[in-house]
């Protein structure tokens, strides 16, 4: 009896966990269609209506996932609020099942979405990010020409940097966060027809008021001359903040790759905070969708179903519970990333509070 109630109870709740996720989708998809269709038009950038369809379905599958805690909560209250109108929580609860006896279900159900959060949304969200790069990329250089872009291997770091009508292709072994500088550095000055004019490689090179200054230079021309500079200077708008800049957003990289990408960022000197900060939220997303349907089960269950009137009472407050919550949460996360608190206890210490209070009130019960 109690395995096929826990059947049915997943099943109603991953059915009403289908239904939000569809109306959340199509309720962002109408309003990234509009706002691609206004960003691309009015920064005067070609774009065909493929392109348009393709950004409005990539965008709308990266925010849908974004917010994937939030439909899980929003799904738990729809999932109870059937069982209410269906009075099927009274049934429930007059055959002797406790709060904790309908929580395990719950619990497996949220944990099945938990996998499939992290092994295929995240996977189609990182995919859907860098198409969306992608895309946006080649419009922008068919519309206005090549602009900056950074890629790490395990060699080092490769950017390019532009200035006025020259084009530099720059590679360096490692950062110095401190002092702005790169080391073992090979620089690739292209003209304006994109043809290689000349090859720099230096030991060092510093960003300093808008300028490389390079030392003990050794420099190769087009027509195959080599020369020795003990100093050049070579004109620049980047500066070591606009590089970090550059690299590769966390949200474009799996969870099951972005470990490998933090070691690479480690390992050349760039700052890995973000896709650090990014790699545990995507866990401590787990950890919020449990507590939310604990939330949403210890204000929902109740007795006196048929009282209509309190039951969206009960509604309302947690709806005006979740995104506050959702906000400090967010605002916690930054001030660990600003390093004013340790990074793993800003992003884990919401869910985790929220989930020993919730526990407090279930063994009350």
């Known amino acids: ?20 996720f569809s109306c959340f989708f199509t309720v962002i998809s109408v309003l990234e269609l509009m706002e691609v269709v206004r960003r691309y038009f009015s920064n005067a950038i070609n774009i065909s209506l493929k392109s348009v369809i393709k950004l409005t379905i990539y965008h709308s599958l990266v925010h849908t996932f974004s917010f994937f805690a939030f439909i899980v909560f929003f799904a738990a209250i729809s999932f109870f609020t059937t069982m209410h109108n269906k009075l099927e929580l009274t049934a429930i609860k007059t055959i002797g099942v406790s709060t904790r006896g309908l929580l395990r279900p719950l ?6 979405l938990g996998i499939f959060y992290i092994t295929v949304f995240d ?4 995919f859907s990010f860098d198409r969306i790069k992608a895309i946006d990329t080649k419009l922008k250089q068919e519309t206005r020409g090549l602009e900056k872009s950074l890629a790490i291997t395990n060699s080092g770091v490769w950017f390019r ?22 080391f073992n550095v090979r620089f690739f000055e292209f003209d304006e027809s994109r043809g290689l ?3 720099i490689i230096s030991p060092n090179a510093v960003i300093s008021k808008d300028f490389w200054n390079l030392n003990n230079c050794i420099i190769a021309t087009s027509d195959g001359t080599e020369t020795m500079e003990k100093i050049l200077t070579l004109p620049t708008k980047l500066s070591f903040s606009n590089i970090n800049k550059m690299v590769k ?44 349907v604990m939330l949403v089960t210890i204000f929902c269950i109740n ?3 048929r009282n209509t009137r309190m039951y969206a009472i009960k509604v309302a407050i947690l709806l005006s519970l979740a995104f506050p919550i959702y906000f400090f949460n967010n605002v916690l996360i930054a001030v660990g990333e600003s390093g004013n608190f340790p990074l793993a206890f800003s992003i884990f210490a919401t869910p985790i509070f929220m989930l020993g209070i919730e526990i407090f009130f279930v063994e009350r019960r």
């Open 197 to 199: 004019k000349r090859s």
């Open 303 to 305: 007795y006196n179903s």
């Open 249 to 292: 957003n966390p949200n474009g990289i799996s969870f099951w790759n972005i470990r490998k990408y933090i070691n690479m960022l480690k390992k050349v000197g760039l700052s890995e905070i973000k896709h650090k900060s990014n790699f545990l939220s995507r866990i401590s997303s787990i950890l919020q969708m449990f507590s939310f």
């Open 161 to 182: 940097d532009v200035f006025d009508s020259s084009v530099y292709i720059i590679s360096a072994k490692s950062f110095d966060r401190e002092h702005s500088s790169l």
């Open 107 to 112: 619990f497996l159900a949220t944990a099945i």
């Open 1 to 20: 009896m109690r395995s096929i109630l826990s059947k049915y109870i997943i099943k109603s709740y991953l059915k009403n966990f289908s239904i939000v």
């Open 123 to 126: 996977g189609i969200s990182a």
